[in-house]
Nanobody, 118 residues
Framework: QVQLVESGGGLVQPGGSLRLSCAAS????????MGWYRQGPGKQREFVAS???????YYGDSMKGRFTVSRDNAKNTVYLQMNSLKPEDTAVYYC????????????WGQGTQVTVSS
C-alpha cells in the first residue's frame, strides 16, 4: 500500500505559483516531522522545507521568503505553497515523513515533477 502520496506538481511560468500536497496514511502514527526535498536535473537532493509536531517550520536557504510549508494533522497532510517560482526550482519534489517511536523511521513519496519554464 502507498503510504505517502504527493500531488500538485506541473508546469508553471517563472514568477508563478504552485501548491504541493502530500498525504500520509493514517496508519502512520507518531509522525514527528513532515517535509519536502527536491532533486533537479544533474543536481543532488536538496532540503526544501519541513514542519514538525510543534508547527515549527524550517526552510532551505534558497526557499526562504518564497515557499511556505504547512500541515493539517487531522488529514496527516503537509503542503508546500511555492510562490515566485524560478527556472532553478525545476525538480522532482519528494515528500518525507519522520516517525519517532523507540527508533527513528523515515518514509518517502515517489515524487512529483515541478517544471518552471516560459
Amino acid at each position: 500500500q502507498v503510504q505517502l502520496v504527493e500531488s500538485g506538481g506541473g508546469l508553471v511560468q517563472p514568477g508563478g505559483s504552485l501548491r504541493l500536497s502530500c498525504a500520509a496514511s493514517e496508519s502512520i502514527r507518531n509522525i514527528y516531522l513532515m517535509g519536502w526535498y527536491r532533486q533537479g536535473p544533474g543536481k543532488q537532493r536538496e532540503f526544501v522545507a519541513s514542519v514538525n509536531v510543534d508547527n515549527i517550520t524550517y526552510y532551505g536557504d534558497s526557499m526562504k521568503g518564497r515557499f511556505t510549508v504547512s500541515r493539517d494533522n487531522a488529514k496527516n497532510t503537509v503542503y508546500l505553497q511555492m510562490n515566485s517560482l524560478k527556472p532553478e526550482d525545476t525538480a522532482v519534489y519528494y515528500c518525507n515523513a519522520v516517525v519517532l517511536t523507540v527508533l527513528r523511521y523515515e518514509y518517502w513519496g515517489q515524487g512529483t515533477q515541478v517544471t518552471v519554464s516560459s
